[in-house]
């Protein structure tokens, strides 16, 4: 079955720490994985892709196959970066995103 | 450019009433997708719509249903609503085909059944 895990609901960290939040997946095939943010009384949107390889206001994500993992990485957090990220996986059948339950990042000053 | 909408942003109905979400799609959007987020959940997927046909559904009961407009804004239908069905329910819309994955989301209809 295809599906997003998020081990932890919640991660504090301080400003300037690194962070780094978790994300497998299990897909058959080969899987396109994402990360949507959600900033505090803002809409859901998308940070990244796995295919463009690009870093967005810091943050980046490898994509490992052999470990199924997608985790996204910030070397310094900033108190900006506090929202809640969720990791998504599309659907090798039309454009169905599958959300993992979403990560709650508090970085405190 | 216009970002998606969605109608009502609250809503409370008892439990066996039918309900209607409205949802109008970013300009230049031909596809709308659908999603409820329960409380402390991420989004699941419900269905998509393309040039007002049905494009993928996810696990629901056929009590969940939708439509797509020639102006590609769509609604969301429910009807013997659950206790269960309370959550936010997230209308996004995106590109066709391979610019999917870059969905747009407004900013979601919050129903509570009583």
């Known amino acids: 079955a295809q599906r997003v895990t998020q081990p932890e609901k919640l991660l504090s960290v301080f400003k300037g720490a690194p962070v780094e939040l978790k994300c497998n997946y299990s897909y058959s095939g080969s899987p396109e994985l994402f990360w949507y943010v959600q900033y505090s009384r803002q809409r859901l949107q998308l940070l990244l892709r796995h295919i463009s390889r690009e870093s967005i206001k810091g943050f980046t994500a490898d994509l490992n196959k052999g470990e199924t993992s997608f985790h996204l990485k910030k070397p310094f957090a900033q108190e900006e970066d506090s929202a809640m990220y969720y990791c998504a996986l599309k659907d090798n059948q039309g454009g169905k995103l599958i959300f993992g339950q979403g990560t709650e990042l508090s970085v405190k000053p | 450019e216009t970002g998606v909408t969605q109608s009502p942003t609250h809503l409370i109905k008892t439990r066996g009433q039918q309900v209607t979400l409205r949802c109008s799609s970013q300009?230049?959007?031909?596809?709308v997708s659908w999603y409820q987020q329960a409380l402390g959940q991420g989004p699941q997927f419900i269905f998509q719509?393309?040039?007002?046909?049905?494009?993928g559904r996810g696990n629901f009961p056929p009590r969940f249903s939708g439509l797509q407009f020639p102006n590609y804004s769509s609604e969301l239908n429910v009807n013997a609503l659950e206790l269960d069905d309370s959550a936010l329910y997230l209308c996004?819309?995106?590109?066709?085909?391979?610019?999917?994955?870059?969905?747009?989301f407004g900013p979601g209809t919050r129903l509570t059944v009583t």
């Open positions: 719509y393309y040039r007002e046909e049905e494009n």
């Open positions: 300009s230049g959007h031909n596809t």
């Open positions: 996004a819309s995106s590109l066709p085909g391979p610019l999917t994955y870059e969905q747009y």
